[in-house]
Structures are given as structure tokens and as C-alpha cells.
T-cell receptor, first 111, second 117 residues
Framework: NAGVTQTPKFRVLKTGQSMTLLCAQD?????MYWYRQDPGMGLRLIHYSVGEGTTAKGEVPDGYNVSRLKKQNFLLGLESAAPSQTSVYFCASRTDSNEQFFGPGTRLTVL | AQKVTQAQTEISVVEKEDVTLDCVYE???????LFWYKQPPSGELVFLIRRNSFDEQNEISGRYSWNFQKSTSSFNFTITASQVVDSAVYFCALSPLFSGGYNKLIFGAGTRLAVHP
């Protein structure tokens, strides 16, 4: 039981490049979330999913897209990376009783 | 408005001191959860406690204790006899159950605790 895993752990992009962050969970959770963490701030919700095939916008969705083709995977895409997207990205999933499990994070730098 | 305020940006203590981290929240929901997470220098988020809005009993877990007071919308966290390993950023978070219907976590900005030997 690996919990929530994220790939990659680190990435450096140039402005305008695209990439996909992968989140996987093996706990059969319906709800999954993508957050970003910026210095001096708590985590902010980017997008979330309430089940396979569904996604919705959170607080700061601009510049990101997501997909939930399989229940265990939640992908976060950056189509054209910008320096403002330099951040640490956390994925989370939760149980029906609202226990939230976080992945280890992905540190992304956009030059 | 749904909001979590951690007014203490940084706290510095000497080992074995007791320290309290403050958390004040705002929500229009009557049913919600409150959380505390620890983020050590390694960067991962470590779950510490979850409390629902109907349970105002204080909780103690080893050197950690939590004081939940609905009357003041506060959920404060106390570390007794602090240790160097307690050095981390601590986040308080709110999860309203019905607003938005998706149980997102609303985080405070965090309190950086430095425990010196």
C-alpha cells in the first residue's frame, strides 16, 4: 500500500514548455485534489475530482488542466508554463470520512 | 467567507519550552472539520489531527494537545516540552462539509516553529 505517490519529484521547465504531473493512489478513493504551495502561504486548491471521469475547478485553476481517466490517477497538466507557476504541487485523496492523504509533493521551477 | 488565520508567522523557542500555535477560522457552515498538519524541512505534509465541529473535547496525544473552542472559532495547538524535532511549519486547515460539496481544505498561511537546543 503506497498511499499517494507523485511523479516527478522535481522538474525545471522553460517558459512556454508543457508538462504533466501524475498523481496515483491505491486506496480506492473517489475524491482527489491538486494543490499548490507558494512561499509564506498555505496550500491552495487548483482542481479536484469527485470520481473517475469528473473534474472541477478550485480556487486557482488558470493555466492548468486535469484529467481523471482512471480512478487511481489524477493528472495535472501545464500547457504553456509560466514563471508564476513555479511552486510545490501536492496531490491529495480522501476517504468518505474526510481523512485526507497527501503525496510527497513535486517541486516545479519555471525559468 | 471561509478563512483560516494563523497570526503567528514564526515562533522561536528553546528546547523543553511549551509553545502554543494559534488558529482562528471563519465559516458559515455549521458542520465542518478542522485539521492540523506538520511540514518538516523535508517537505511532506504530516497529518496530526482531525476534529469535527460537533466535538469540542480537547485532545491530548503525547506532548501534543489541541484546544477547540467554537465560541471563539479557534483551534489552538500546544506542544509541551518542545524538542528540536518539532521544528517545522505547522498548518491549520478547515474543511467545510457543505460549501462547495467537495470537502476541500482551506489552509492557513502556516506558522514556522524553530526549536533551538
Amino acid at each position: 500500500n503506497a498511499g499517494v505517490t507523485q511523479t516527478p519529484k522535481f522538474r525545471v521547465l522553460k517558459t512556454g514548455q508543457s508538462m504533466t504531473l501524475l498523481c496515483a493512489q491505491d486506496m480506492n478513493h473517489e475524491y482527489m485534489y491538486w494543490y499548490r504551495q507558494d512561499p509564506g502561504m498555505g496550500l491552495r486548491l487548483i482542481h479536484y475530482s469527485v470520481g473517475e471521469g469528473t473534474t472541477a475547478k478550485g480556487e486557482v485553476p488558470d493555466g492548468y488542466n486535469v484529467s481523471r481517466l482512471k480512478k487511481q490517477n489524477f493528472l495535472l497538466g501545464l500547457e504553456s508554463a509560466a514563471p508564476s507557476q513555479t511552486s510545490v504541487y501536492f496531490c491529495a485523496s480522501r476517504t468518505d470520512s474526510n481523512e485526507q492523504f497527501f503525496g510527497p509533493g513535486t517541486r516545479l521551477t519555471v525559468l | 467567507a471561509q478563512k483560516v488565520t494563523q497570526a503567528q508567522t514564526e515562533i522561536s523557542v528553546v528546547e523543553k519550552e511549551d509553545v502554543t500555535l494559534d488558529c482562528v477560522y471563519e465559516t458559515r457552515d455549521t458542520t465542518y472539520y478542522l485539521f492540523w498538519y506538520k511540514q518538516p524541512p523535508s517537505g511532506e505534509l504530516v497529518f496530526l489531527i482531525r476534529r469535527n465541529s460537533f466535538d469540542e473535547q480537547n485532545e491530548i496525544s503525547g506532548r501534543y494537545s489541541w484546544n477547540f473552542q467554537k465560541s471563539t472559532s479557534s483551534f489552538n495547538f500546544t506542544i509541551t516540552a518542545s524538542q528540536v524535532v518539532d521544528s517545522a511549519v505547522y498548518f491549520c486547515a478547515l474543511s467545510p462539509l457543505f460549501s462547495g460539496g467537495y470537502n476541500k481544505l482551506i489552509f492557513g498561511a502556516g506558522t514556522r516553529l524553530a526549536v533551538h537546543p
